[in-house]
């Protein structure tokens, strides 16, 4: 009944005609709406999503269980929507709103690429924050970052950004050691 009366509501101020308000039996004011704005509710409820296929959940309440914020699931769900496009349905969720839910499929793969996923350690940086900062030659910076991690592989690590972003990241031990190489 809400639903319908918050579908209405904007029709009703379009065409105040469209409704008539009467006392009921009991005496309890009660609308009624003409044909027209009948047919027009009709097809809008028909349209709207269906309520969510069990087993599939929204990013926020995945974010809650799985106790990764928001902007960290929605990051990694992000990176599998071109290539499974159908894991991304709207659907009505328990308050009435159309919203994004996700599959059990991408929920499972979420699950594993986020068991391990850690924000960032402080001094830890990005590729291109590591180029932003220098200023320098892009590919040169990026030249010298490959040199070594070649030597030592642990200074690159794949770290959540703030905004949930799963990217790698270089340690400050390897951008000493590019600084270094920079001022020679």
Same mark, same amino acid.
């Given at each position: ?83 499974? !496009? +159908? /894991?991304? *349905?709207? &659907?009505?969720?328990?308050? $009435?709103?159309?919203?994004? %839910? #996700?599959? @059990? =499929? ?46 030592? !592989? +642990? /200074?690159? *690590?794949? &770290?959540?950004?703030?905004? $949930?972003?799963?990217?790698? %990241? #270089?340690? @400050? =031990? ?11």
């Amino acid at each position: 009944r809400e639903l319908v009366s918050k579908l209405a509501a904007p029709h009703i101020k379009a065409h105040p005609e469209w409704e008539k308000t009467a006392r009921s039996s009991d005496g309890v004011p009660a609308s009624s709406y003409s044909p027209e704005l009948q047919k027009l509710l009709r097809e809008e409820l028909d349209a709207r999503p269906a309520s969510a296929p069990v087993g599939w959940t929204t990013g926020f309440t995945f974010s809650r269980e799985f106790g990764q914020t928001y902007f960290v699931v929605i990051g990694a769900a992000e990176a599998h929507r071109a290539a499974h !496009p +159908e /894991w991304f *349905k709207n &659907y009505e969720n328990t308050s $009435g709103r159309v919203v994004e %839910h #996700y599959a @059990p =499929e991408l929920q499972k793969i979420l699950r594993e690429d986020l068991k391990d996923a850690v924000l960032r350690p402080d001094g830890w940086k990005t590729l291109s924050e590591i180029r932003k900062e220098q200023g320098r030659n892009a590919e040169l910076v990026e030249q010298l970052l490959a040199e070594q991690v070649a030597q030592h !592989p +642990e /200074w690159k *690590k794949g &770290y959540l950004t703030p905004r $949930g972003k799963f990217i790698d %990241h #270089y340690s @400050p =031990e390897a951008e000493k050691k590019i600084l270094d190489a920079l001022r020679r």
